[in-house]
């Protein structure tokens, strides 16, 4: 199942906040990096796999890039989660999409017809 989660924040912390810097990680793996400039809130959607470790962190920086970081929020993507409310960064999932799963014809003879075929054509 995919989960697509919408990322965003509180107010910043430190009135000398000029940037924040979101970093993404999935089962360890760096997946994005990204400053973006202050009062950004929102940080946009994200879609993760169910039982994706994630893990976020925020990073606030002032106008001269002394960085102080801000929180790290981790949890297994699932359509369960609900994060703590007081935390700076948060998460909600909004949107669920189940992976169908198509019929394995590689078991099946292609060259010869089924049990039941019938021509069209062919009187009985």
Known sequence: M??????????????DTAYRMLVIEVN???VKSEKYHYPVNSFGEYTFNSGDNVSLSLTELDVKNNDTLLTVLEFVASKDYRPEQDEPLQVKCIKQEVEESLPNYKDRDESKPSSNFKPWNVRQ
């Open 2 to 15: 995919k989960l697509t989660y919408e990322i965003f924040a509180s107010q910043a912390c430190y009135p």
């Open 28 to 30: 360890g793996t760096e």
